[in-house]
């Protein structure tokens, strides 16, 4: 099982490997694929960088927060109904 779990991991490694050979070659001088980097571009990618961080944090503490809410009213919810069967009535 081991040997047949390390052959597939070895022949996947080697698809990406050729795979991603074809992008790592020199064809356009080296450059990349978004051509020439200068100041502006370099200066342009922090400003982004700098704005994306912040957004990525503050709409994560939204989502936990909404999260954190249903389980809240979820919790309440099975409080409300395990309650004593003296405050709920019947036998």
Known sequence: MRKRLLARLFSL???VSLVLCAS???????RGFYGATDDKVV?????ILIVAFPVFV??????QAHLDKRKAARKAAAKSQAGSAYLRGGW
Request: charged content about 15%; aromatic content about 10%; glycine content about 10%.
């Open 43 to 47: 200066t342009d990618a922090g400003f």
């Open 24 to 30: 790592a070659s020199a064809a356009n001088d080296g």
């Open 13 to 15: 490694a080697a698809l």
């Open 58 to 63: 503050f709409l994560a503490s939204r989502l």
